[in-house]
């Protein structure tokens, strides 16, 4: 079962000069906001799926859901 920290790394090693702060109570539910420079000009949307990116796979299975909100720097 992935932790929070674990999430935040994986989306700053992703998203190089991003920062990512994940809560996860319960280990399947988790919440991100992630701030990177990489979606200046980018549409909410396509922010969301640069992030949900780095899970492909993952969710609905061991990450059962992630709450997103993205900014720019």
Do not use: C, N, Y
Request: aromatic share 4%; no cysteine.
């Amino acid at each position: 079962m992935p932790t929070a920290d674990e999430l935040k790394h994986r989306i700053e090693a992703a998203l190089p000069g991003s920062v990512a702060e994940v809560e996860g109570a319960d280990g399947v539910h988790f919440e991100a906001v992630v701030t990177s420079p990489d979606f200046a000009g980018r549409s909410r949307l396509q922010q969301h799926k640069m992030v949900m990116e780095v899970f492909r796979g993952e969710l609905g299975g061991s990450i059962h859901a992630l709450a997103l909100k993205t900014k720019t720097p």
